[in-house]
């Protein structure tokens, strides 16, 4: 049985005892595209969806920190039945040294900090591990024209080697969907952008799965 995998959700970057840096996200995008997969699913033959979200977006989760995120992914390019991996996660890409020998920071007391850009990213190991996955990347600007929404995707998918990136912009509401086969963008509303990224997945991995057979 193939899968694919929608993970989505925010994760936590720890600086001390009760204090860490957080990139908000409650996993509204990896449900929508959850139920649409199975929507559509029951219409075609398509890899079983399984939605994995952070513990900021489900209580139950275990997976808080980017190194859990990892450690998912890890285990996940090990498991040969995993064919189509949506990553959705918004991923705290800053960590920060303890800004004092304390193990509690206290509130009474200010402190200087310095935040450090994390250099290793989850997603461009996924195909350098299993090429034959199928990939999405999710890309946020915040006052980005269109253009250069384009670039920066355009870059994601060089980095990366995503076959799709979502591109959305928090202040303009311009959302994207660039496929890296001949750089197909599309232009349009929210939910019909991912719906019709669930039906280009479906397409793609019919088409793979069809090819592989022959």
């Given at each position: ?6 993970i989505g ?41 399984e939605l ?157 799965a069809c090819?592989?057979?022959?």
């Amino acid at each position: 049985m193939s899968k694919c995998l929608i993970i989505g959700g925010g994760t936590f970057s720890k600086v001390a005892c009760h204090l860490s840096l957080a990139t908000p996200a409650f996993g509204a995008t990896a449900k929508f595209l959850y139920s649409e997969w199975l929507r559509f699913s029951v219409q075609s033959y398509s890899p079983e969806p399984e939605l994995i979200l952070t513990k900021m977006a489900d209580q139950s989760s275990s997976l808080i920190y980017n190194d859990d995120v990892s450690a998912f992914i890890d285990k996940a390019l090990n498991d040969s039945e995993v064919k189509v991996i949506i990553m959705n996660v918004a991923l705290c890409d800053f960590y920060m040294k303890n800004p004092s020998e304390e193990e509690r920071l206290s509130s009474k007391e200010n402190y200087l900090c310095e935040l450090l850009g994390v250099k290793d990213k989850i997603l461009s190991r996924i195909k350098k591990c299993r090429p034959d996955i199928l990939l999405v990347g999710f890309k946020t600007t915040s006052g980005d024209t269109v253009n250069q929404q384009i670039i920066k995707s355009f870059q994601m998918i060089e980095d990366s080697d995503v076959d799709f990136v979502f591109a959305n912009d928090l202040n303009t509401r311009s959302n994207l969907l660039i496929s890296a086969e001949k750089y197909e963008t599309l232009v349009g509303g929210r939910e019909l952008l991912l719906q019709t990224l669930v039906a280009k997945l479906n397409k793609k991995f019919q088409e793979v799965a069809c090819y592989q057979y022959i």
